[in-house]
């Protein structure tokens, strides 16, 4: 086996307990480790800014919510080399000592600059930028794009299927359709950022102290020899349940819970029956009717069944009495937007602007800072600045670390952020809140300075590859 391939006989993760791919240093590109090397040989290790940032939208969202900033930060504060992973390398026979030697003492010391979690973001908007050492800033590029992509991806999907249930509950049922258990808890977590009232998984609630919501499956009611023995014994274990009522019929299971009802008398606490298949609108309505007649005003209808915001709003439109949606597959994966054009690029080093002038891929020098522009609290504008720049507006973007330590540990907790998400999209124009592209997209413009930098950067680089 080529030494440079990965032995999985003595690095499986099975074996060896101490890898961790989550929080290990090795979670980053080649290349950000050859570049390092080469950086260090050349003595590159001034101060480099990096910003992370999308050039377009995905073709059928209107915004992103930006999320994963606390996994961010919290990485870039325990970032170590440790003797496993640094013997690995060396194994590799690829890198020299001096670098080796370097990693075994790396410690990200730089700065950051971000907008809250749970902000709304547009094009070419600084959501992190990293100001550090240039091998500093390099090496976590994997790893913020990461957290920042999967997590802004989430949140934006969540959030559109919370917009569309006006005010109904929703809850993440994702979890076993979600692309591995990373990706699953950080759908939990941003699916209650987004304002989801909670998850069905444990973990999650454990991990994010956030709401873990479920009952029962329909295999619970198969077990049983009836369903009505099921729904007794269930409501004895647990009386505020939700019953699901559609294993055989679902009407049939609505009678079954009235039924319940007036067997138990004040003993009955069941709150809700759940709908998982069929017409959803005509069951509910059906549902509704038999309920209220028997005087179970109180039960709430829940529904699921493979629902987006795209059915949640046709439900609604049906005029369907459902109170309450757990939203799956499509919430886990967002399969209508499954990624944003996220970049990681460099804008500065050692005091100088930087920039790429491929085609399409142009990005603005220079650190920046973005003004958001209210009108009556309604967002109505913003103004991508220098970040020496002050303007009209809320400076969006904020220091969350200096020198390698958060400014204040407990400025990102998750019941602010989702206080600061439940903001930012009511301050939203209500255009930008449709589920198709809207016609006309949010007001973004460039300032005159840095407009004006971009412009001599650009001349001066022209002008050196014509010489």
């Given at each position: ?50 910003e992370?940032?999308f ?8 915004y ?7 996994d ?6 325990e ?6 992973e ?6 590799r ?10 990693l075994r ?11 809250p ?8 908007e600084p ?19 990461n ?17 569309a249930?006006?005010g ?13 258990t990373?990706a ?19 973990a ?14 329909h295999?619970?009611i ?13 409501a004895?274990?647990f009386?505020e ?15 079954k ?8 008398g004040?003993?009955?606490k ?16 059906s ?13 709430k ?18 005029g ?12 886990a ?6 990624d ?17 002038l491929s085609?399409s891929?142009?990005?603005r ?7 958001r ?7 109505v504008g ?28 407990g ?57």
């Amino acid at each position: 086996m080529d030494n440079h391939c990965f032995n999985f006989k003595r690095y499986s993760l099975l074996d060896n307990h101490c890898f961790n791919p989550h929080h290990s240093a090795l979670f980053t590109d080649l290349y950000e480790l050859t570049m390092l090397q080469a950086y260090y040989a050349e003595g590159m290790t001034a101060t480099a800014v990096f910003e992370l940032f999308f050039r377009e939208l995905p073709a059928r969202r209107n915004y992103i919510m930006a999320a994963g900033l606390d996994d961010v930060l919290s990485y870039l504060e325990e970032l170590r080399f440790t003797d496993d992973e640094l013997a690995w390398l060396e194994q590799r026979g690829q890198f020299s000592e001096a670098l080796l030697e370097a990693l075994r003492h790396f410690r990200f010391t730089g700065d950051v600059y971000a907008v809250p979690e749970g902000t709304i973001v547009f094009e070419n908007e600084p959501v992190v930028q990293v100001v550090a050492p240039l091998p500093e800033a390099q090496l976590v590029e994997t790893y913020v794009l990461n957290q920042i992509h999967l997590q802004s991806v989430a949140a934006t999907k969540a959030a559109r299927v919370v917009t569309a249930a006006q005010g109904r509950n929703v809850v993440d049922f994702g979890s076993r359709r979600s692309h591995g258990t990373d990706a699953a808890l950080k759908v939990a977590c941003t699916s209650y950022l987004a304002g989801a009232i909670g998850t069905s998984n444990v973990a999650a609630g454990r991990l994010y102290a956030i709401p873990a919501l479920g009952t029962m499956a329909h295999s619970y009611i198969q077990a049983h020899t009836d369903e009505m023995a099921a729904f007794k014994a269930f409501a004895r274990e647990f009386p505020e349940t939700t019953l699901l009522v559609d294993t055989y019929d679902t009407l049939a299971g609505v009678h079954k819970t009235i039924d319940l009802a007036r067997q138990l008398g004040d003993a009955f606490k069941v709150q809700a029956i759940r709908l998982d298949s069929g017409d959803l609108a005509e069951l509910a309505r059906s549902s509704r009717k038999l309920l209220d007649e028997a005087g179970l005003e109180h039960i709430k209808i829940i529904a699921s069944s493979g629902l987006d915001e795209y059915k949640i709003t046709r439900l609604l439109e049906r005029g369907a009495p459902i109170d309450g949606f757990g939203v799956g597959t499509e919430l886990a994966v967002s399969a209508d937007a499954p990624d944003i054009d996220f970049s990681y690029k460099l804008v500065a080093y050692d005091g100088q602007p930087r920039m790429k002038l491929s085609s399409s891929k142009v990005n603005r020098p220079g650190r920046k800072q973005v003004f958001r522009v209210r009108d009556d609290g309604r967002m109505v504008g913003d103004i991508i600045a220098r970040c020496d720049e002050t303007l009209e507006g809320e400076a969006l973007l904020a220091p969350v670390m200096q020198n390698g330590k958060r400014l204040d540990p407990g400025q990102d907790s998750l019941a602010k952020a989702r206080e600061h998400a439940r903001a930012q999209l009511e301050a939203l124009p209500s255009a930008l809140k449709t589920l198709e592209r809207a016609k006309a997209g949010y007001p973004v413009k460039i300032s005159a300075a840095l407009t004006t930098l971009t412009e001599e950067l650009q001349r001066a680089l022209e002008c050196k590859l014509r010489s």
